[in-house]
């Protein structure tokens, strides 16, 4: 009980220190945004809202100045379900990628950021 008290008021400290510390997005004209953010169609993120490794993700999101689908496993358990089905672990932050008629999952936040920064900026 404490244990989880304790990981709770970390999570938001971790959240509010990425509020107020938030980066800049990439700046676009409008067709440059157009084309940035239909390179992102069909993807969602699978975290938690206070997860260190979640937070680290949506900033790098942010800095890339698009919008990627949150989907919290905490809140909605057919997400829950969805991550464990498909990507075979409930372990966040996880990438899906929907291409072509099939999905693909991506684990861990630097092998993600590192996949969204190849598929925007190029």
Not at 48 to 63: D, E, G, N, S, Y
Not at 68 to 85: A, C, G, S, T, Y
Not at 88 to 97: N, S
Request: hydrophobic share 40%.
């Amino acid at each position: 009980m404490v244990l989880k008290f304790v990981r709770n008021a970390l999570g938001l400290v971790i959240v509010f220190f990425d509020w107020i510390s938030r980066p800049q997005p990439i700046r676009r004209n409008t067709n440059e945004q157009i084309e940035a953010q239909a390179k992102l169609n069909g993807h969602a993120l699978y975290q938690f809202f206070a997860c260190p490794f979640c937070v680290k993700t949506r900033r790098a999101i942010h800095a890339l100045g698009v919008d990627v689908e949150l989907r919290d496993i905490n809140k909605e358990p057919r997400h829950r379900q969805d991550l464990e089905q498909g990507g075979g672990a409930v372990k966040v932050p996880c990438l899906r990628i929907d291409e072509n008629g099939s999905s693909r999952w991506i684990y861990e936040s630097n092998d993600i950021i590192q996949y969204l920064n190849s598929r925007v900026v190029g």
